[in-house]
């Protein structure tokens, strides 16, 4: 499976060039997306998630198998229920129902994706739960928890249904060490055969995590590559 980019461009309503002819070939592993505030990773992010459209260029997702579409045929599905089907998507900011528990959001957000069988979404969302470490806090409300415990929460939210592209962008903004390590251990979890783009400033969360990656600034690629080369070039 492959994310071919290409050409993308996008200005907004105010006039702000955001994406300026954006082209990127993102295979399988962990991806990183480098830039610094207002270098366009929230656009792209947002485009390839199909939140928001480009005034130009593609997003494409080739190599999945046809099966993995079913019941629907691929040929029958546009690129962008294509994308949606399989994309697990952790924005910047995402708010929480304050009143309700992690357990039960999970659950409902396991049926909105098409997970039928109550007893099916009770073991994923267990399985989940355990996984981003709130198992013995599910039953409490999200009001109640830290920063950290809602990126957790968010990513247990984006891998319901077995996301083969996974986009996680800007996660560790706002945590502390101890939970931004926490955070990295989950994604470097994450399986190889899965697409993760994780967009980020903090150059040591690409160096870390990434074996490939784009810089980009003001809107425009300005280099790709191993990140470790790249970056020891900065
Ligand atoms: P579009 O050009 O896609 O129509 P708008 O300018 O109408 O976008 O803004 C869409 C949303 O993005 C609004 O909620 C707006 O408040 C927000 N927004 C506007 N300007 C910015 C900005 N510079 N950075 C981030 N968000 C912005
Ligand atoms: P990053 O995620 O790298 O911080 P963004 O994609 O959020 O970058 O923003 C790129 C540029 O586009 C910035 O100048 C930002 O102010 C502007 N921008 C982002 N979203 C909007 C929007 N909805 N409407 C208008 N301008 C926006």
Redesign the pocket.
Known sequence: MQLEIQDLSKT???G?RALKSISLTISQGMFGLLGPNGAGKSSLMRTIATL?EADSGSVRLTGLPVDSYTPERLDVLTQKDAVRRVLGYLPQEFGVYPRVTAEAMLDHIASLKGIANSRERKEIVEGLLQKVNLYQVRKKNLGTYSGGMKQRFGIAQALIGSPRLIIVDEPTAGLDPAERNRFHNLLSEIGENTIVILSTHIVEDVTNLCSDMAIICLGEVVATGDPNDLVAGL
Do not use: F, I, S, T
């Open positions: 907004y309503a105010n702000v928001q």
